[in-house]
């Protein structure tokens, strides 16, 4: 397969698309979600560079096997020293928990991307937050149940209580 130069997008024309193959398309998808290639080293650097190039970890409170974000990074790394995660989350505050497009851990280093979005979450200026509120005014009595189950037996599972949420 004979290499092309990259054309960078300033010298193209308005009109001009690029056209790839469906092939290449997905080639591209698979290697930029490092869900293919070489796996050199598994450094801290290695476990900020996956974060990077797929956007965030999702974290899901289910866990079979092992924490989602953990067998994402597993499925991109191999064998891999969770403490490095740890310490980049906890530690060394390279990454931190917030909501990207659900619970995700993200790069610290785009915090700026988030930092609005968070100031904004409780003023009702956004249509989320707006969504928010209006959940949490229709299911106070979820929410006072909740609270009660807690005082009353301490520390619970989300599997410990049914879905009596009001849905919109």
């Known amino acids: 397969m004979k290499r092309r130069s ?7 024309p308005p009109t001009t698309q ?8 997905r080639r591209l998808a698979v290697t930029r979600q490092r ?6 080293s598994i450094g801290a650097s290695d ?7 797929i956007g965030c970890l999702q974290i899901d409170p289910i866990s079979v096997v092992a924490p989602s974000h953990l067998l ?7 064998n891999y020293d969770v403490s490095l995660f740890e310490s980049l989350l906890w530690r060394e505050h390279k990454l931190f928990e917030n909501w990207a497009h659900a ?6 280093e785009d915090y700026p991307i988030f930092s ?7 003023t009702g200026k956004s249509a989320w937050s707006r969504r928010f509120h209006k959940w949490v005014k229709a299911n106070g009595v979820l ?8 005082r009353r037996k301490g520390t619970l599972s989300t599997r410990d209580f049914e879905d009596k949420s009001v849905k919109d």
């Open 72 to 78: 994402v990074l597993w499925s991109r790394l191999g």
């Open 35 to 40: 869900l293919a290639g070489p796996r050199l």
């Open 18 to 25: 690029r056209v790839l193959s469906l092939t290449v398309a």
């Open 47 to 53: 476990i900020l560079d996956v974060v990077r190039d």
């Open 6 to 12: 990259v054309v960078s997008k300033q010298t193209l």
């Open 103 to 108: 619970t995700s851990v993200v790069l610290t």
């Open 143 to 150: 929410r006072r149940h909740i609270l009660t189950e807690l």
């Open 116 to 122: 609005t979005m968070m100031r904004n979450y409780g």
